[in-house]
């Protein structure tokens, strides 16, 4: 650590002074972001300044800027809005105005400015940028500075964080805040189709978005929606009428008691005349539903934040001090965003022009390519909700050559998501003309008793909100008995599988590709989604269930460490799950602040215990009495066979002389059910229908295949050249797998071979090592070693 504060100091000349703001609307998890500033910020040597109510602050200066402490940001991460304040700042706008920001920033020595905020905050960062050095020059002629003042303020450092609930900043997958709305926006919708069901009702519900669906969109997929309005998808005029119509008599007619239609602010039809949630509930009326309407306004910004965006403003901010000191004069402001799991730098005014070029398609009509400028991930989302609802009339059947018939199964424990994914799976499948077969109760549940449902429309609806396995799950393997399984996959004549689960899941994957050879019927495409809490399938950095995971444990956190708020000192020692794997722990000490983390990977030794209690003697040390609440330990389930939590929490006790109470907390089941997070739900449908299409494809490319015997003679190559192939056709037995910023289908052969650690079922890399790095440096646990 101490070589590492050294390496980033020796990048900039002088002690750096940070400032950081927070501007335009106001969006949860803009705290987490300056805390993790404000810490990583004094981590590395520097001063961090916050400028308090945004552009308003700066051109005020004096009580405005102030210098922020370590105490000072203490439980800012369950907190929602922004603590240090934004506002819309009219006279930023104008020259004079900016020359009087430069002037207060360089009063206090300030020459970086990292700005947590939307397009507009960060368009005008850049100008300010832009513009410094004939802003500097000025206030010399003015007489404010002399030329020797300010030579060291020659150049501002600007560094971007997209504080947005719209989600509208090209080339980042999400903003902070974004997933905070989406959540907010599920959950109340969930609340809202209760009530639509019981009463047999259609409900328009508006969301925020003035220039951009993706709220609408992503609710649209995580509340199984009829039908969405979005700005970049303009509806046909004169004829969405008969199309929403249309869609939704025919969900009723399947089977649905509701309707529910999510309609963004600023939804349009294809002549550019807005569309309203009034207008479609004229729409709805007209076909003698009894049709309402919620604008869902300002809720959607407030309350505390998701985990996703309390981790995402985390490593961001962390990594925002990081851009500030490798930043030289020549550097593109940068702007930090997220590609899949990766956090990434882009240039912040290329970014920020493509965001606003959106609006201006928009406005030229030129749909298509707005859609395209929003990420990949839109796009395909897009495709997926009208491929599985709007278009769900059979129009997009396969031709009856190539339709299967697909198996899917859960194994292991539940995780939040299992049923969202077969929802989608199921409504993907039907509406390319598929068959589904939901495998009922494991592999076991298949030997015992060979049963096999196939899944329709009205069975699978409303699957999208809850949690555990209607299909049930069981922890047994395939080869309990191979041959009762490839019985039953050959009496269903099924022509590809999926599996949902964990570590079990797994190792399923790779028995029944590793008995291709003895029964030719496992000679079909499998793969297996992962989804485990654990998130300990080899290959990948994500599994389903995880989001949900976490969001439990924040909300079981926040109250325990409220809890303790009357009480004053107290520490808790909180247990989770994750078997082996300690990426659960680690991510919640991120997330929560915890003091301190015990994972398997890093063993529990006195030394460590010794360093905690230091840590949490200084912590306590500092506390002055407000905003602080209970302090936490995270313990991974499996960090160690001697120090169990009660040992840890009794030594901790003991040894703190009564300066502070310590308890135990133990989540348990918590964390595996619940109702599935929106992100889950999302992340679930998307692979559901990418692995129906690996499924398709290999199915394509293996037509070949043996008819009686399934066995692979030869398959077609990208470019449709037939060629032979091998008997085990490797790449068709794959995990679905997330690395950084790449999504891949990996075969199951490979990664046992190389990246599996069998004994203690978990994969080789540990991905987290640099979040477990990043918590250290936010609790201080780096800072107090240095020192030491
Ligand atoms: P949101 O996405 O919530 O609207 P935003 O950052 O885009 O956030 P804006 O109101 O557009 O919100 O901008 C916030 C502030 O940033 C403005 O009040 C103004 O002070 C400053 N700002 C915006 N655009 C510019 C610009 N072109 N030049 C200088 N300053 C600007």
């Given at each position: 650590a101490v070589k590492q504060l050294k390496n980033s100091l020796a990048l900039s000349s002088k002690k750096k002074k940070i400032a950081v703001m927070t501007s335009g609307g106001d969006s949860p998890g803009m705290n987490a972001a300056v805390r993790a500033v404000v810490r990583a910020g004094i981590h590395y040597g520097c001063d961090v300044y916050a400028v308090y109510e945004g552009y308003e602050g700066l051109l005020r200066g004096g009580k405005y800027l102030r210098q922020m402490h370590w105490e000072d940001v203490r439980g800012w991460l369950s907190e929602g809005g922004t603590l240090i304040g934004t506002a819309r700042c009219k006279e930023f706008r104008e020259r004079w105005g900016r020359k009087q920001g430069a002037y207060n920033l360089i009063s206090e020595g300030i020459d970086a400015l990292i700005v947590c905020g939307g397009d507009g905050s960060l368009t005008g960062a850049d100008l300010f940028r832009s513009e410094w050095p004939s802003l500097v020059e000025e206030l010399v002629q003015d007489g404010k500075f002399t030329i020797e003042q300010v030579e060291p303020y020659r150049n501002l450092t600007i560094v971007g964080l997209i504080g947005s609930i719209d989600n509208d900043m090209a080339g980042s997958d999400s903003t902070i805040g974004a997933f905070s709305a989406l959540a907010r926006i599920c959950e109340l919708v969930d609340y809202i189709d209760e009530t639509a069901k019981s009463h047999s009702r259609a409900f328009v519900i508006e969301v925020m978005g003035r220039h951009c669906g993706w709220l609408a969109l992503l609710a649209g997929i995580a509340t199984g929606a009829d039908y969405i309005f979005i700005p970049e998808r303009a509806a046909p005029?004169?004829?969405?009428?008969?199309?929403?119509?249309?869609?939704?008599?025919?969900?009723?007619?399947?089977?649905r008691r509701n309707?529910?239609?999510?309609?963004?602010?600023?939804?349009?039809?294809?002549?550019?005349?807005?569309?309203?949630?009034?207008?479609?509930?004229?729409?709805?009326?007209?076909?003698?539903?009894?049709?309402?309407?919620?604008?869902?306004?300002?809720?959607?910004?407030?309350?505390?934040?998701?985990?996703?965006?309390?981790?995402?403003?985390?490593?961001?901010?962390?990594?925002?001090?990081?851009a500030v000191l490798e930043m030289t004069p020549e550097t593109p402001s940068p702007l930090i965003g997220i590609l899949e799991n990766k956090i990434i730098r882009k240039p912040l005014m290329e970014s920020v022009k493509l965001t606003k070029s959106v609006a201006t398609d928009i406005e030229n009509k030129n749909f298509d390519k707005a859609i395209m400028l929003r990420d990949t991930e839109f796009v395909e989302l897009y495709e997926n909700f009208v491929a599985t609802t709007i278009k769900d009339d059979g129009s997009e059947m396969l031709p009856e050559a190539q339709r299967l018939n697909i198996g899917i199964v859960h194994v292991g424990a539940p995780s939040a998501a299992l049923n969202p994914a077969t929802r989608a799976a199921t409504l993907y499948c039907l509406s390319r003309g598929h068959r589904p077969f939901a495998i009922l109760n494991g592999f076991s549940g298949l030997i015992q008793t060979g049963q096999m449902q196939e899944l329709a429309w009205a069975d699978v609806e409303s699957w999208h909100s809850l949690g555990g396995s209607v299909i049930g799950t069981n922890r047994s393997l395939a080869d309990e008995d191979m041959g009762t399984v490839a019985y039953y996959f050959q009496k269903k004549k099924l022509d590809g599988l999926i599996i949902l689960g964990g570590f079990e899941g797994f190792k399923s994957l790779k028995q029944l590709r590793d008995s291709r050879e003895q029964y030719p019927i496992f000679n079909i495409p499998m793969v297996l989604i992962p989804a485990t809490i654990s998130n300990n399938v080899p290959g990948t950095e994500y599994s389903l269930g995880v989001d949900t995971c976490l969001n439990a444990l924040v909300k079981y956190t926040d109250e325990i460490k409220q809890s303790a708020s009357a009480s004053r000192r107290r520490v808790f020692v909180v247990e989770v799950q994750g078997g082996h794997s300690g990426y659960i722990a680690s991510f919640t000490g991120l997330i929560t602040g915890a003091v301190s983390v015990y994972t398997p990977e890093d063993k529990i030794n006195l030394a460590t215990i010794k360093e905690d209690l230091e840590l949490l003697c200084e912590n306590f040390r500092h506390d002055r009495g407000e905003n602080h609440n209970g302090k936490l330990l995270i313990r991974n389930e499996q960090a160690s066979s001697l120090y169990s939590t009660e040992l840890l929490a009794n030594i901790i006790a003991e040894s703190s002389k009564g300066k502070f109470g310590?308890?135990?907390?133990?989540?348990?089941?918590?964390?595996?059910?619940?109702?599935?997070?929106?992100?889950?739900?999302?992340?679930?449908?998307?692979?559901?229908?990418?692995?129906?299409?690996?499924?398709?494809?290999?199915?394509?490319?293996?037509?070949?295949?043996?008819?009686?015997?399934?066995?692979?003679?030869?398959?077609?190559?990208?470019?449709?050249?037939?060629?032979?192939?091998?008997?085990?056709?490797?790449?068709?037995?794959?995990?679905?797998?997330?690395?950084?910023?790449?999504?891949?289908?990996?075969?199951?052969?490979?990664?046992?071979?190389?990246?599996?650690?069998?004994?203690?079922?978990?994969?080789?890399?540990?991905?987290?090592?640099?979040?477990?790095?990043?918590?250290?440096?936010?609790?201080?646990?780096?800072?107090?070693?240095?020192?030491?």
């Open positions: 005029k004169g004829k969405w009428q008969e199309e929403l119509k249309e869609v939704c008599q025919r969900h009723r007619a399947k089977g309707n529910t239609v999510i309609v963004a602010e600023g939804a349009l039809d294809d002549e550019l005349n807005h569309i309203g949630a009034e207008d479609v509930k004229n729409v709805l009326l007209e076909l003698g539903l009894d049709a309402k309407v919620t604008i869902l306004g300002h809720v959607q910004r407030g309350g505390t934040a998701v985990a996703h965006d309390r981790w995402l403003a985390t490593l961001q901010g962390v990594d925002a001090v990081n310590v308890r135990t907390a133990i989540p348990g089941h918590v964390q595996q059910g619940g109702i599935p997070s929106s992100k889950d739900r999302v992340i679930a449908s998307r692979y559901a229908v990418k692995c129906v299409n690996f499924l398709e494809d290999w199915n394509e490319r293996n037509k070949g295949v043996d008819a009686d015997t399934k066995v692979l003679r030869f398959k077609y190559d990208i470019h449709g050249e037939k060629r032979p192939t091998v008997q085990h056709e490797d790449d068709s037995a794959a995990v679905i797998c997330v690395n950084g910023s790449k999504l891949s289908f990996k075969p199951i052969a490979e990664l046992w071979e190389n990246e599996t650690n069998v004994k203690l079922r978990k994969g080789e890399d540990i991905h987290w090592k640099e979040f477990t790095r990043i918590g250290d440096i936010l609790s201080g646990r780096l800072r107090l070693r240095a020192e030491v």
